[in-house]
Nanobody, 128 residues
Framework: QLQLVESGGGLVQPGGSLRLSCAAS????????IAWFRQVPGKRREGVSC????????TYIDSVKGRFTISRDDAKNTVYLQMNNLKPDDTAVYYC?????????????????????WGKGTPVTVSS
């Protein structure tokens, strides 16, 4: 079964850190750009960060720049989102998604559209 599984969410105080993991099973992430999204109940899901197939491009929304870092370890078939200096506004369910951009010979770019696979999400709560 092809699936993405997120882990690493939880409750953290403002200023704290978490590292989210996105592990793939049933397929290899080697051909996929990966994006992290987040959603708060009642609000639209927003793209937070993405990384290209070859890892040369990373993108972040303005509100997380300088605090979040996306990385990939293809040997472990896993993508990470390191989140530092967390703020209450970061509270959300975080999802990872995979986009097979390599099928179009695009290995150097990522965005938040046209995802092929989605995980079920991991909740992050930032509160004192």
């Amino acid at each position: 079964q092809l699936q993405l599984v997120e882990s690493g969410g939880g409750l953290v105080q403002p200023g704290g850190s978490l590292r989210l993991s996105c592990a793939a099973s049933g397929f290899t992430l080697d051909y996929y750009a990966i994006a992290w999204f987040r959603q708060v109940p009642g609000k639209r899901r927003e793209g937070v960060s993405c990384i290209s197939v070859d890892g040369t491009m990373t993108t972040y929304i303005d509100s997380v720049k300088g605090r979040f870092t996306i990385s990939r370890d293809d040997a472990k078939n896993t993508v990470y989102l390191q989140m530092n200096n967390l703020k209450p506004d970061d509270t959300a369910v975080y999802y990872c998604a995979a986009d097979n951009t390599a099928q179009y010979s695009i290995t150097y770019r990522c965005d938040f559209y046209g995802m092929d696979y989605w995980g079920k999400g991991t909740p992050v709560t930032v509160s004192s």
